[in-house]
């Protein structure tokens, strides 16, 4: 018989809430075994127990008032009788972490190197010396060039994916048995999303490593993990070989997910052309030879360089492109957020400059956008009295209105943003931008942060609300099946400058530029034989 290296039987998790003695389950009666070598997912919406549950590995909830049930044992040891020795053991040396956010999982204060290193030293007898040696050694592993030099590099320094991989590093840093990768991928674009799968498949390969993955995404999973475990409201829904599951799922909630996600290859619903957005109708924006720039000197680079584009009344263009290829600033300056170096942004055929009413912008982030201190109400009608509307009662009601256009109930008008999930909070940001009644609006990575069926449904209203009034959408996005679902035409932008441009079937179906290509082979596969494939064939690019 296998020896098991994780051991959960019927798992169950209470937090603390409200009154005293006052607890909610989050995780109820969950029991699943991972082999060594072995990689298993785990998958479900926001708020079904994912991440509680790969807490509960590590004992992470200890000290935090929650009240956990049944028993869990990784690497031989008894997470929930262990003393603060055997944890402090467990941690970092039988199983490490890998978390969604690595900014916030590393020190900005420190060089990257001296964190690992740190780590090592923490879980072993090694000295100063060979805690550095082996930081720059497990970095030159995960793929960071020139691992000596950029060691001693703080996290600001490293890229999005970089910091990924020195997470990853971190964690490989005293040889763990057990990796716990939570949402390692949620705010990387598709290219090196897949190199960071690549990377933790690698490892298993080479280490017989033990992978959990949590993911929201069941393309991340389908081509990284060889068994599902599907999660709904804290409970078990389904279980099963990754292949079986994903071709005959039994459960309805498991097909409904699938069903959810955006597929390159699914058929596009067709669109309907408001009046008024006829191919020769006059533009809602126009961007002509757009350029913006950064830094000083010698570091000066181009964000933006020589970007020209259209954008009509009921018609969504799709930007696309890697970390850095200048969407986000592109998309600030269409709306005066940025002013452009060269060249002009026009609207309604006449140059403007500076933030107007009729351009407004949909952020990744509803937190931070969004002020913790003032009430969504307040944040949806903060465009309005700018507008300067004086009457209280006629602000509140159209407030009111915004609040239910998107799905929302107005009576939580004095509620703060902190009393919402995050698909409802980005509803919130979507009222607040209808408040003003813009002819465009720009969504800069508005579900790139929400799980598969809140995805399906932040689009719809989008879809809905052009629909109804005609607006000019620019979606800018990582996520290239999202793109194809809800785009007339597409955008592709590397490094600044725009490589390819026009309906969205004939780009994604008939690619000119190799970048273009690049990117859609990078997208996660729904069938793991072809994740498979994909997989080797980057192994032999790059070999």
């Known amino acids: 018989m296998t020896h098991l290296l994780v051991e959960v039987d019927g798992l169950t998790v209470d937090f603390p809430v409200g009154a005293p003695g006052a607890y909610v389950r989050a995780v109820d009666g969950i029991s699943f075994t991972l082999e060594p070598g072995r990689a298993l997912g785990l998958v479900g919406e926001s708020g079904s127990g994912k991440s509680t549950v790969a807490a509960a590995l590590l004992g992470l909830h200890r000290g935090t008032g929650a009240r956990l049930g049944g028993a869990v044992r990784v690497g031989g040891t008894d997470v929930g009788s262990a003393g603060p020795g055997e944890l402090r053991a467990l941690r970092g040396g039988v199983a490490a972490m890998v978390f969604q956010d690595p900014l916030s999982s590393l020190d900005p204060y420190h060089a990257i190197g001296d964190q690992i290193a740190e780590v090592h030293r923490i879980h072993t007898a090694a000295s100063r010396r060979a805690a550095r040696a082996r930081a720059v050694q497990v970095l030159d592993r995960v793929g960071i060039p020139d691992a000596v030099r950029r060691s001693r590099a ?138 913006r720039e950064f830094g000083r000197g010698r570091r000066r680079v181009a964000a933006v360089d020589g970007v020209s584009l259209t954008v009509r009344a009921g018609e969504t263009l799709g930007i696309v492109g890697e970390s850095g290829s200048g969407k986000s600033t592109l998309g600030r300056m269409l709306v005066g957020l940025l002013e452009p170096g060269e060249g002009q942004v026009r609207r309604g055929g006449a140059e403007v400059t500076g933030i107007t009413p009729g351009a407004q912008m949909v ?181």
């Not at 597409?490 to 390819?500: D, I, P, Q």
């Open 154 to 291: 703080r996290p600001h320094e490293f890229s999005g994916g970089m910091r990924q991989r020195a997470l990853i590093a971190m964690a490989l840093a005293c040889e763990p048995r057990l990796l716990i990768a939570d949402e390692p991928t949620t705010a990387l674009d598709v290219t090196v999303q897949a190199q960071i799968l690549d990377l933790l498949h690698g490892l298993r390969e080479e280490r017989g490593l033990g992978l959990l993955l949590v993911t929201h995404d069941v393309g991340v999973a389908a081509g990284s993990v060889d068994d599902l475990l599907v999660l709904r409201d804290g409970a078990a829904v389904e279980r099963g070989p990754v292949h079986r599951l994903l071709a005959r799922p039994a459960a309805p909630y498991t097909r409904a997910l699938l069903a959810a996600v955006p597929r390159l290859d699914a058929p596009r619903t067709p669109r309907p052309r408001p009046t008024g957005s006829a191919p020769g109708s006059a533009p809602v924006v126009e961007a002509r030879a757009l350029r």
């Open 363 to 543: 952020f990744q982030d509803p937190v931070s956008s969004l002020n913790p201190r003032r009430s969504v109400g307040e944040s949806i009608a903060d465009p309005l009295r700018a507008a300067g509307q004086r009457d209280e009662a006629a602000v509140r009601a159209r407030v009111g209105e915004l609040l239910t256009r998107v799905g929302l109930d107005p009576a939580h008008y004095d509620r703060y943003p902190h009393e919402f999930s995050g698909g409802q909070r980005q509803r919130v940001g979507i009222a607040r931008a209808l408040a003003p009644g813009p002819s465009l609006i720009v969504c800069d990575e508005p579900v790139s942060a929400l799980d598969v069926t809140t995805q399906a449904q932040v689009t719809a209203l989008l879809a809905e609300i052009q629909r109804e009034s005609g607006i000019a959408l620019v979606f800018i996005a990582h996520d290239l099946a999202v793109v194809r679902q809800v785009s007339d035409r597409v955008a592709v932008m590397r490094r600044g400058r725009m490589v390819e441009e026009g309906p969205v079937d004939e780009v994604y179906d008939r690619p000119a530029h190799p970048y273009t290509r690049q990117l859609l082979d990078a997208v996660p596969a729904l069938d793991p034989e072809l994740a498979a494939e994909r997989r080797s064939a980057r192994r032999e690019v790059f070999a």
